[in-house]
């Protein structure tokens, strides 16, 4: 699923910009968590972190995992060290107030699959 896609169904707001908007790949697979340790034992191309978790340890962790894009469920906003950390990584981030649930089920009813 593209970007664009995914934030039209989700109503998100992409919270790094144009680096969201112009994104060309798309995303095959999901993960929801908000344990960051969890998120590290990933290895799947194309995922996206669906997470409640808002911090800078999110964004260090999904670095890491090679992740490129985040969506903050439950109504969540990234702050400015998020925000700044991600454009540096060339991680979007995504904001919602859906639910973890409901973010979920969308994007699989889009297509996206789960990894496990």
Same mark, same amino acid.
């Given at each position: ?32 968590? #908000?344990?960051?340790?969890?998120? @590290?034992?990933?290895?799947? %191309?194309?995922? &996206? *972190?669906? /997470? ?26 990234? #702050?400015?060290?998020?925000?700044? @950390?991600?454009?540096?990584? %060339?991680?979007? &981030? *995504?904001? /919602? ?20």
């Amino acid at each position: 699923m593209h970007i664009n896609e995914i934030i039209k169904i989700l109503d998100a707001t992409p919270v790094t910009g144009e680096l969201c908007k112009h994104r060309e790949e798309d995303f095959h697979y999901a993960f929801s968590s #908000d344990l960051m340790s969890d998120v @590290l034992r990933l290895s799947t %191309d194309n995922t &996206i *972190l669906i /997470t409640g978790l808002c911090n800078v340890q999110t964004i260090r962790t999904v670095e890491m995992a090679e992740i490129k894009l985040v969506i903050l469920a439950r109504g969540k906003k990234a #702050d400015d060290s998020m925000i700044e @950390l991600a454009k540096e990584n %060339d991680i979007c &981030i *995504l904001e /919602t107030d859906y639910s973890v649930y409901k973010v979920s089920g969308e994007l699989y009813s889009g297509g996206v699959k789960p990894i496990y």
